[in-house]
């Protein structure tokens, strides 16, 4: 199976800047599109930025600018760089990975275990 760690949650000022990471591991034949995720108290999760295979990035409206998805092919990572965060940021944040397991085919769709990130005024 794949497993995800996810690092990088905290807590910060009004302002300041955090950088979410999160790894892959398991039984990995290729990865497509990859991405964060966010959900705060008493709200739905929603998608804050992805990114494919091919380094297409697409963010939510509420964080273009200040938000930056990147990805390690070679580490089977990606990491997410918030600037200028504000207090609606504050959420779990969750990874999302789209693993291919083998040659054989089937995408599988992965969900880290969250990490907390609060932003104070």
């Known amino acids: 199976q794949v497993q995800l760690v996810e690092s990088g949650g905290g807590v910060v000022q009004a302002g300041g800047s955090l950088r979410l990471s999160c790894a892959a591991s398991?039984?990995?034949?290729?990865?497509?599109?990859m991405g964060w995720y966010r959900q705060a108290p008493g709200k739905p999760r929603e998608l804050v930025a992805t990114?494919?295979?091919?380094?297409?990035?697409n963010y939510a409206d509420s964080v273009q600018g200040r938000f930056t998805i990147s990805r390690d092919n070679a580490k089977n990572t990606v990491d997410l760089q918030m600037n200028s965060l504000k207090p609606e940021d504050t959420a779990v944040y969750y990874c999302n990975v789209n693993v291919v397991r083998s040659r054989i085919g089937g995408q599988y769709v992965y969900w880290g275990q969250g990490t907390q990130v609060t932003v104070s005024s």
């Open positions: 990114i494919t295979s091919g380094g297409g990035t």
């Open positions: 398991g039984i990995i034949f290729s990865i497509n599109a």
